[in-house]
């Protein structure tokens, strides 16, 4: 049987322990917790400064952050299932709290926060085989057919349901 190289190998999480980050308002990262580091592989010099993309997966639709720096950016929480990638190769799936930071005289977006916790294996599930077939449109037929997809998608789990409250039941069964 063949070795996993580190490519192929799931991190595995500690169900008590947070990944934690904030941002200024473009992403920028300004704080990680050492257990970010811990699991990311970088240290705090090759983090801090650095676009949050830096433990973007590939596997990771751009739709899915197409929507959340949409519901960020207008002040809103948001919830969601994100793939990370470490520093070497190693992946790990998190259930992460996106929250908006507000200056309190001027009310303006000053950045985001950020707590991520490992899920289930039945969330996994759930959004792994969607996160999928988002990808597979974007690489034929790009972004915006991959938003088409997903808003049908949710239109038939109902008509009340968007990408925001998608997360949130997704949530509910961890």
């Not at 190769?89 to 992460?96: A, E, L, Q």
């Not at 077939?133 to 038939?156: N, P």
């Amino acid at each position: 049987m063949k070795k996993p190289t580190p490519i192929d190998e799931e991190i595995v999480l500690d169900p008590k322990r947070y990944i934690v980050s904030e941002t200024d308002e473009k992403g920028k990262i300004t704080f990680c917790n050492d257990y970010f580091m811990e699991v990311s592989g970088y240290s705090n010099e090759e983090l801090i400064g650095k676009s949050h993309n830096i433990v973007r997966h590939p596997d990771m639709p751009k739709v899915v952050f197409k929507l959340l720096w949409e519901t960020i950016s207008q002040g809103k929480n948001i919830n969601a299932v994100v793939k990370n990638l470490a520093k070497d190769g190693r992946y790990y799936w998190i259930f992460t709290e996106f929250e908006s930071r507000k200056d309190r005289d001027t009310g303006e977006i000053i950045g985001y926060h950020a707590d991520r916790k490992s899920i289930s294996v039945h969330v996994l599930e759930i959004i792994a085989n969607l996160y999928a077939k988002l990808l597979e449109i974007e690489k034929s037929q790009g972004i915006e057919a991959s938003e088409k997809y997903l808003i049908s998608f949710l239109k038939e789990k109902g008509d009340d349901v968007n990408f925001a409250n998608i997360m949130e039941e997704i949530h509910r069964f961890y």
